[in-house]
């Protein structure tokens, strides 16, 4: 009987700083969210060290006593009041990393790396590490590498004054001169491939920006985007809403790539339904344009669905979060529902009720929803739907025997209201959207 090996998941700690602007509250949820991204990376955070400081640490962040206190715990030396309980623990586990929840200069991470005794990431580099695990088309791979590179450049500096003048010095032609360092070599790949993603991302984005044109021009869709923190729900919603296989999963960042699905059940106006990369307060400036370009959808969309989580106590933070990406990027003006999800999460029927009193309250115009009830769920699809028939428009198009391979067209993009005919062809009453009727009556003027 074949055993069944299990790989153990990295172990790590969290070390962080609190300056005296940022209050409790906002710690700590920096504090958790940091946590459920080690989650997200395979780690299990068996530890949380905090420092409050004045100001960080210019040589290795934290100040030289939380320096020390880490060391002992992570080296498994005498002086640790958590000691024993790494001792004692049966798997016998090490400490892999140290996660900061910061973004720290290369020569901070080297000293703190040195004087503790292990791997050392920053916030950054964490969420890097999962953009790049994540990332599925070539679009978000390509924006995430300049990503990656981008940060990486800083450090390959840092990595030659270690290795000093010996060993990184390239000849020149021959084997004489002073030639090139490796390091301005290793400098100048990566500005020449970053140059070479950006010019693909061009491309790519005019190519996309095409088709969504030529595709919306050719059905006269109606579209809406899910927007909303990382871990919100929104991939459950949208499954709900289009009764499509989008991955779902409780990890930041599950969602990278723009997913596109139809409105199920089908309605007139059809209307596509996007999903988009989830949103972060103190997003890796690195990350900031190659994020925001996958939220091309929020901008073209006729109406946004702001989804928040209701049962997470930081919720206004995040909204506060989503609302300012949006603006930064131009979709503030984009109508939108605010949408707080998960309110089957909040305790029993009566926190519940509770809750969902306090958000209307607040939010007059909000849902208050779980996007795993069925009955919830219908209900804010109506509200969308009746979103987009407010600016339906009712014509009447004429179609001639000759060009009866145009009538799907006329199904498939309007309500067909009323329907009759006589010798030269058929009558057609219709609701839709104002772009969708003008295309079809141009393309039936032409057949005439």
């Known amino acids: 009987m074949p055993i069944e090996v299990r790989e153990k998941p990295k172990v790590a700690v969290v070390a962080s700083v609190q300056l005296p602007s940022v209050n409790d509250v906002e710690f700590e949820a920096s504090l958790s969210e940091l946590r459920e991204l080690a989650k997200t990376l395979g780690y299990e955070v068996v530890k949380t060290f905090v420092q409050k400081r004045s100001s960080f640490d210019t040589t290795a962040y934290l100040g030289v006593g939380k320096r020390q206190e880490i060391s002992c715990f992570v080296n498994n030396k005498a002086g640790s009041a958590e000691l024993e309980e790494i001792i004692t623990n049966p798997d016998n586990r090490n400490i892999d990393t140290i996660l900061v929840d910061h973004e720290i200069s290369p020569s901070q991470a080297r000293n703190l790396e040195n004087e503790v005794g292990c791997e050392v990431m920053d916030r950054t580099m964490v969420i890097l590490e999962i953009f790049h695990r994540n990332a599925r088309s070539r679009a978000a791979r390509a924006q995430v590498e300049i990503a990656r590179l981008g940060y990486m450049a800083p450090r390959l500096r840092e990595a030659a004054k270690l290795a000093g003048p010996q060993g990184r010095q390239r000849s020149g032609v021959g084997g004489r001169g002073g030639g090139e360092s490796h390091t301005e070599l290793d400098r100048r790949k990566i500005r020449d491939r970053i140059a070479e993603l950006q010019q693909e991302i061009v491309a790519m984005d005019a190519e996309r920006k095409t088709q969504r044109a030529r595709r919306q021009e050719r059905q006269g869709l109606a579209s809406v985007a899910l927007v909303g923190y990382t871990n919100a729900g929104k991939s459950t919603l949208m499954r709900a809403l289009t009764g499509s296989e989008v991955l ?45 370009s996958t939220l091309d959808e929020a901008l073209d969309a006729s109406l946004l669905l702001h989804v928040i989580d209701a049962s997470d106590p930081g919720f206004e933070r995040q909204l506060e979060v989503t609302d300012q990406v949006l603006a930064e990027i131009g979709a503030n003006v984009v109508p939108r529902i605010r949408i707080f999800n998960k309110i089957d999460h909040v305790g029993d029927a009566a926190a519940q009720a509770g809750r969902d009193a306090a958000l209307r309250m607040q939010y ?71 772009g969708a009727v003008e295309n079809l009556r141009e393309q039936f003027d032409r057949v005439r």
């Not at 209201?417 to 959207?433: C, K, M, Q, T, W």
């Open 364 to 434: 007059p115009d909000c849902v208050v929803m779980s996007a795993r009830r069925p009955d919830e769920v219908a209900k804010l699809r109506q509200k969308i739907v009746a979103f987009f028939q407010q600016n339906l428009v009712e014509a009447e198009l004429f179609l001639p025997w000759s060009a009866q391979q145009l009538r799907g067209g006329i199904y498939a993009s309007c309500q067909v209201l009323e329907e009759r005919s006589d010798n030269e062809g058929a009558f057609f009453r219709v609701r839709g959207e104002p």
């Open 248 to 292: 779902v999963a409780n990890k930041l960042f599950a969602t990278l790539d723009t997913t596109v699905r139809t409105l199920h059940p089908e309605s007139v106006p059809r209307i596509l339904v996007s999903d988009t990369v989830g949103f972060i307060k103190n997003l890796p400036h690195g990350l900031v344009a190659s994020f925001k």
